[in-house]
């Protein structure tokens, strides 16, 4: 865990602004502009970049992937810049949360991949990029984008440590769980085997 050292009331507002920003659902937002649909009734249901891809617009799916990304990577700046490293981090890990689990959307969110990859990036690039390789890696392994996705999760907490960054353990166990919890279902289709593969339809 970081050293708190800001005053409390700025750490609230940045764990405030992490949540605000975190629970823009940008997914549905650029299908609904884009003339795409609701993603409610498409696919998964999902609001992130690959069920977005799934209304057949690769150019909404990255765009989606982008703007998830960076809104972690946003609220992760913006706390650094205006209160410290602390606010940052609790900054990044509300983002996350607001993410998964928006206000708008009834707290019926998406699974933060993008998000925790935009965020992991802005706390400490090297992990963020080991991160990132490591879900591509297992994505051309696999070819099953949850697997990547829980595979780069789990080896966030790896990454910090041979990296020499303890400070940022916590957030990324507690990132790793959530992001575990928000794909169970998809960890049932795993062990199974019927989690759909990447190109699948």
């Not at 750490?11 to 549905?28: D, K, N, Q, R, T």
């Not at 900054?91 to 009834?106: Q, T």
């Not at 992990?127 to 080896?155: F, Y």
Request: with cysteine.
């Amino acid at each position: 865990m970081p050293v708190f050292t800001s005053d409390p009331t700025f750490l609230v507002l940045a764990a405030m602004l992490g949540y605000l920003l975190g629970s823009i659902p940008f997914g549905m937002v650029l299908a609904k502009l884009m003339g795409l649909g609701n993603l409610r009734d498409i696919g998964s249901g999902n609001i992130g970049a690959t069920n977005v891809l799934r209304t057949g617009s690769k150019t909404a799916a990255a765009l989606t992937l982008v703007l998830d990304g960076g809104k972690g990577a946003v609220a992760v700046f913006a706390a650094r810049a205006w209160i410290g490293e602390d606010a940052a981090q609790i900054a990044g890990l509300l983002a996350f949360v607001g993410h998964c689990f928006p206000v708008w959307l009834r707290f019926q969110g998406g699974k933060g991949v993008a998000t925790f990859l935009g965020l992991m990036l802005a706390l400490f690039w090297p992990v963020g990029i080991a991160c990132c390789l490591t879900w591509l890696a297992t994505a051309v392994v696999s070819r099953i984008s949850s697997l990547s996705a829980l595979v780069a999760s789990a080896s966030s907490v790896l990454w910090v440590i041979l990296l020499d960054h303890p400070e940022l353990l916590a957030a990324c166990v507690i990132l790793s769980c959530l992001i575990f919890w928000r794909h169970k279902g998809n960890i049932m289709r795993i062990a199974s085997g019927k989690e759909p593969r990447i190109g699948s339809r």
